[in-house]
Structures are given as C-alpha cells and as structure tokens.
C-alpha cells in the first residue's frame, strides 16, 4: 500500500505560479512511475503531466507542454509539478497517482494509487 498526500494548491491569478508536491510513504517510490492528473469543475479526470521511475523521462499533455515540468526526488519519496503561466482553464482539483507497470502513463485505469487531490484555483 502506497498512500500520497498532495499539497501547494491554492488560488493564483492567472499568468501566476504554483508548485504542487506529493509526498509518498513508502521507501519503494522509485519502483513506481508517478503522474499527475486534473479533474476541473463537471469534467472528466484527465492526464497531465508523467515521470519514469528514475526521472529521466517526462510526458506532457499538449495542453499543459512547455508551461508545467514534473520532477521527482526519490530521495524524499516526493514528486512535483511546478506550474507556470497558469490560465484559468488550470483550475482544477490536482491528483497525484503511482503506478507499477510500464503503461500507457495517460490512462487512469493504469494507476494504482491515488492522493486525496489538492485544488488550484487560476482567477482571470
């Protein structure tokens, strides 16, 4: 059992920043590919942003390239998502999620653990 625990959330105008970090409490973290995945207001849950399990390789959705970078310590079982020129179109409740198998990292079916979500807010 892995449990997650996300935080950094919070209420930023847009064009503003934020850094989300989800600490994970078992010492096997770097046996699990980690992600990051948003549910806005009446949407569906969707991809955003995936390492591998060393770090070295990184995925984003085309929606989030080029303004998010996803990082891991795995020294200190945490992942991070930092997050810039964010829009209001960011807004969402922000998950964290692990997985073991070396799928396709934009399922959600794929993951097996999540965190109980952190909510950012992007005002205009």
């Known amino acids: 059992q892995v449990q997650l625990v996300e935080s950094g959330g919070g209420l930023v105008q847009s064009g503003g920043s934020l850094r989300l970090s989800c600490a994970a409490s078992r010492s096997t973290f770097d046996t699990y590919s980690m992600a990051w995945f948003r549910q806005g207001p009446g949407k569906e849950r969707e991809s955003v942003a995936a390492?591998?399990?060393?770090?070295?390789?990184?995925y984003y959705s085309d929606s989030v390239k080029g303004r998010f970078t996803i990082s891991r310590d795995n020294a200190k079982n945490t992942v991070f998502l930092q997050m810039n020129s964010l829009k209001p179109e960011d807004t969402a409740v922000y998950y964290c999620?692990?997985?073991?198998?070396?799928?396709?990292?934009?399922?959600?079916?794929?993951?097996?653990?999540w965190g109980q979500g952190t909510q950012v807010t992007v005002s205009s």
């Open positions: 390492v591998s399990r060393g770090g070295s390789a990184t």
């Open positions: 999620a692990a997985r073991r198998g070396a799928t396709n990292w934009r399922i959600r079916t794929n993951y097996d653990y």
